[in-house]
């Protein structure tokens, strides 16, 4: 299995900030994924991040308030734009195995004032 | 359509005792059901999935159970441990589509000593 690091781990911001969250991953992988875990729920798909294209997103969420980069087969970046205290969540990467596994990060917690 | 259906919310166990936790679906073309295993502070880890081709699949004390009649899977802990205590999520995903992952809603599992 990968090995995913996320930075920060955790941070608290201001409101009307932005957060740059980075994913690193240990092997090069062709799929990454950026979920968000509100405190005590489940995990939502924000959205699919693929080398050398535009991110994917999902219903809900939006490039402007979710900017994502992708600039290699080990990294990427998710950006929380302009937050909210609604904003206060998990943070999640995982990336593909090849197959059909995913394997997450240790996540980044946020926290918005 | 998109939907899992987790149950139950929560589930108290006695040690040694059995741990059953239900999932449902709709989509029939969901073809990869995987259990992630979340503790306090980290990311999912990948615990044990199966595929709508056998219909049960055992990984030491855990045991995935697939009707494909039913559209049902539930997974089944065995001899459960103080040490499994965690936030259980089912998953679906589509082998030919993007690989995203639709998420159950959670079970947080306490097993009492």
């Known amino acids: 299995s990968a090995v995913i690091s996320q930075k920060p781990s955790r941070d608290i911001c201001q409101r009307g900030t932005s957060l740059t969250i980075q994913c690193q991953v240990d092997s090069q992988v062709t799929m990454m994924f950026w979920y968000r875990q509100q405190p005590g729920q489940s995990l939502t798909l924000i959205a699919t991040a693929n080398q050398g294209s535009e991110a994917t997103y999902e219903s809900g969420f939006v490039i402007d308030k979710f900017p994502i980069s992708r600039p290699n087969l080990t990294f990427s970046t998710l950006t929380v734009s302009n937050m909210s205290p609604e904003d206060s969540s998990i943070y999640l990467c995982s990336v593909d195995s090849g197959g059909d596994e995913q394997f997450f990060g240790p996540g980044t917690r946020l926290t918005v004032l | 359509q998109q939907q899992v259906k987790q149950s139950p919310q929560s589930l108290i166990v006695q040690k040694g005792g059995i741990s059953i936790i239900n999932c449902a679906y709709e989509?029939?073309?969901?073809?990869?059901f995987p259990w992630y295993q979340q503790f306090p502070g980290k990311g999912p880890a990948l615990l044990i999935a199966i595929r709508p081709d056998v219909s049960e699949k055992k990984e030491g004390r855990f045991t995935i159970s697939f009707n494909k009649s039913a559209k049902q899977f539930s997974l089944h802990i065995m001899d459960s441990q103080p040490g499994d205590s965690a936030t259980y999520f089912c998953?679906?995903?589509?082998?030919?589509?993007?690989?995203?992952?639709?998420f159950g809603t959670g079970t947080r599992l306490k097993v009492l000593a």
């Open positions: 998953a679906a995903s589509m082998s030919s589509g993007t690989y995203k992952y639709i």
């Open positions: 989509n029939t073309a969901f073809d990869y």
